[in-house]
Every structure is written in structure tokens, then in C-alpha cells.
């Protein structure tokens, strides 16, 4: 199970297997999709690089996708974590827009970072490149 500090909780979230982490990545795809190249201007740990991305570029991409279908994610992706072994309720743990932000990254990063950095997907882009 991962661990991390976040504000002052340590939250922790176990990896999913089997169907789950494919039909979760579906769901962040379509939630996720119209925002396209606003996705690219993230660095390696998942933090907006402000040099290469205005407020304006984040507003125009965060029009174009579905407020609700948001929400309902990333409540899904904050009750993946515990906290002292119980599951996190968003708006007690966490609270704050920063902390929900960092929780939602570290569930995607648990789920899926050896996904795309080592995996099947790194391998074929590698593969591509050479």
C-alpha cells in the first residue's frame, strides 16, 4: 500500500487489480479528454509547470469538460484513500482545494504511474522512437 503526506494526514491507497484499474482509466479518459493539451503541460510528478500554461489556457480547457463528471471523479479517486484505516470522505479529508488536488494526483500516480513510465505503453513508445 502507498503512503503520503498530504496537509497533515497521511493518506494511503492501495493499487487496483484485475478490471478495475482499466475501467478506471477509461472513466479518466473521458472525463479527462477535452482537456487535451492542457494534460501535456504537466511535468513528471504531475504538478502544472506555470511557465508553460496561463490561467486563461486552464479556464478554456476546464470549459470544455463535463462540471458534474468532474466531481464524481474525483470524489471516486479521494475514497480510493484511507486515512488512519478509514476511507476518506471529501470535504473532512480532504478539505481543501490543494489537499484534493494533490490526493486526486497521488490515486493516479499509485494506479498508474508504472503504467506509462515503465509498461506496456513506455515500451511501445520507446519502441516507436527507435
Request: aromatic share 8%.
Amino acid at each position: 500500500m502507498a503512503e503520503k503526506r498530504i496537509g497533515q494526514f497521511v493518506y494511503r491507497c492501495e493499487p487496483l487489480m484485475g478490471r478495475e484499474p482499466w475501467a478506471l482509466l477509461l472513466d479518466v479518459k473521458k472525463v479527462l479528454a477535452p482537456m487535451g493539451g492542457i494534460l501535456g503541460a504537466s511535468s513528471a510528478d504531475g504538478l502544472m509547470d506555470a511557465t508553460r500554461l496561463m490561467a486563461g489556457e486552464l479556464f478554456n480547457a476546464l470549459g470544455a469538460v463535463d462540471d458534474q463528471a468532474v466531481l464524481d471523479l474525483m470524489e471516486r479517486l479521494v475514497g480510493m484513500c484511507k486515512v488512519d484505516g478509514a476511507p476518506c470522505v471529501w470535504g473532512v479529508k480532504p478539505q481543501n482545494m490543494s489537499d484534493t488536488f494533490e490526493v486526486v494526483l497521488f490515486v493516479l500516480k499509485v494506479n498508474f504511474e508504472s503504467f506509462f513510465s515503465e509498461g506496456p505503453v513506455a515500451k511501445y513508445l520507446k519502441a516507436v522512437a527507435a
